[in-house]
């Protein structure tokens, strides 16, 4: 149990086009998601986090424009990056925490703007 | 904010070595995790271990909360074993799981 599912697994977009990211609870409801980014070689920065039926909260820096969150149900929050640009390529994962299981991570999306 | 430190930076074993991976972290904390990422970017969660030892197959892990520290150890290492592991804490009193700079695993056959 306490699956996280994520897509896609990779993306390649023109510079100005948008870009969602879906993230689900598989096996469990969720009303809390996590937003992280990985750049090449470096740990995992928290983006924001994405809470059901409110406004997610954005950690320091992070432009709130840019990267639109959306929870609108307990399974499923999207990760909208728009008008993207070449330095927004990254590794982009989100995350849950089913009780009793710690946090649990999907598999990730590799984001590619050309 | 608490500060989650992890040693070594890398690390090259040869297959069949055992190795202790540590972290290191400044403030209380109320759940810890150890993952594992594959060179495919996903992550395993290995042990979820606020405190005392856990152990699955050849790994097992060590959390002593008091002096703020975890270990890691990997027995017998074998090649699948490679990638970057990653200590993660949720500290007391916060909501946000920090994660550590990680320890880059390299098994060589």
């Known amino acids: 149990g306490a699956v996280v599912s994520q897509h896609p697994s990779w993306v390649i977009c023109k510079s100005g086009t948008s870009v969602k990211i879906e993230c689900r609870s598989l096996?469990?409801?969720?009303?809390?998601m996590f937003w992280y980014r990985q750049f090449p070689k470096q740990s995992l920065m928290l983006m924001a986090t994405s809470n059901e039926g409110s406004k997610a909260t954005y950690e320091q820096g992070v432009e709130k424009d840019k990267f639109l969150i959306n929870h609108a149900s307990l399974t499923l929050s999207t990760l909208t990056v728009t008008s993207a640009h070449p330095e927004d390529s990254s590794f982009y994962i989100c995350s849950a925490l089913p009780t009793g299981y710690g946090y649990t991570f999907g598999s990730g999306t590799r984001l590619t703007v050309v | 904010g608490i500060q989650v430190e992890q040693s070594p930076p890398d690390l090259i074993l040869q297959e069949g070595a055992n190795s202790t991976l540590r972290c290191n972290f400044s403030?209380?904390?109320?759940?810890l995790q150890w993952f594992h990422q594959n060179p495919w970017g996903q992550l395993i969660n290995l042990f979820y271990i606020p405190s005392g030892t856990k152990q699955n197959g050849r790994l097992s892990a060590t959390t002593v909360a008091t002096e703020r520290y975890s270990l890691l150890y990997i027995s017998s290492s074998q090649t699948t074993d490679s990638g970057v592991y990653f200590c993660a804490v949720l500290y007391t009193g916060g909501f946000k799981t920090i994660f550590g700079a990680g320890t880059r695993l390299f098994v060589k056959a």
């Open positions: 096996d469990f409801q969720a009303t809390t």
């Open positions: 403030d209380s904390v109320n759940n």
